[in-house]
């Protein structure tokens, strides 16, 4: 099993680039997916606009493991997502069997056009649906569709979040009461000599125990404790307040 996947993620919506709606969904998947061991490369914001969508959409698709789209799947004028990746990956959209007999078991005598545009998806597309779901998950290749309402996307994600498991990240977090200023050329240094570690810096405002925290990361245990090792030998006296 490759020990490391990567991931894009697609958020979908005029209203996220317009500061209507506050994104929370990109944070979600990014820390559930770190959590499972993917390392997430890119996140995106686009606009309801099919071009665009099936651009990022194929782009993605082939620079990534796996990628995951937020929104623009309802019923509505610019619920234009898998019209997007249809055109992306130049296949025709199709209406799905299972899909349409959901949709007329839920809606019965309110079935229109315009509720059945939900059955629609790429050809070729799959869908894994079971039971407590409100509407089916779709997904094309490698690119998994959700909707742009969190609840919903939380559920289906919690649904199949384990086939996305690899390998975990292993995780320090060092403390520290100096300013960056005073150990970033050693951090540099350390950063450098350990290729396999991934080392982030924090400024933290209004805490008296520390001003920064460092954190370290690794798929190796072993490597990460060699470098976590190798920074706190060189930290100035007295600037770590505690490691965990």
């Known amino acids: 099993m490759k020990t490391t996947k990567t991931a894009g993620i697609i958020i979908i919506g005029n209203e996220i680039l317009s500061g209507k709606v506050h994104d929370v969904n990109s944070y979600y998947l990014a820390f559930e997916l770190r959590g499972l ?36 799947v309802g019923p509505t004028h610019d ?18 069997a ?3 007999n959901i949709l007329t078991a839920k809606y019965k005598n309110n079935l229109n056009s315009v509720v059945l545009k939900m059955a629609e998806i790429p ?13 089916p998950l779709v997904f094309y290749r490698n690119i998994f569709i959700f909707p742009g309402i969190p609840e919903y996307l939380k559920d289906k994600f919690s649904t199949i979040k384990e086939r996305f498991r690899v390998s975990a990240f292993y995780l320090k977090r060092l403390f520290l009461n100096v300013h960056e200023s005073e150990f970033a050329e050693i951090l540099n240094l350390v ?23 460092i954190t370290a990361e690794s798929k190796s245990e072993a490597d990460l404790n060699m470098a976590v090792d190798e920074l706190t030998g060189r930290l100035p006296a007295g600037a770590l307040v505690m490691v965990e």
């Open 37 to 72: 061991g993917v390392d997430v490369r890119r996140i995106s914001v686009i606009p309801d606009e099919t071009e665009i969508i099936g651009t990022e959409a194929l782009k993605f698709s082939k620079r990534y493991d796996y990628v995951f789209t937020s929104g623009g």
């Open 79 to 96: 619920d234009v997502t898998m019209a997007g990746i249809a055109r992306g990956f130049d296949v025709k959209l199709a209406m799905h």
């Open 98 to 100: 299972e899909i349409k």
């Open 123 to 135: 050809e070729g597309a799959e869908v894994y649906f079971k039971d407590g779901m409100r509407f």
């Open 191 to 213: 950063v450098s000599a350990n290729p396999r570690v991934q080392f982030g810096s924090y400024p933290i405002q209004r805490k008296q125990e520390y001003r920064v925290i």
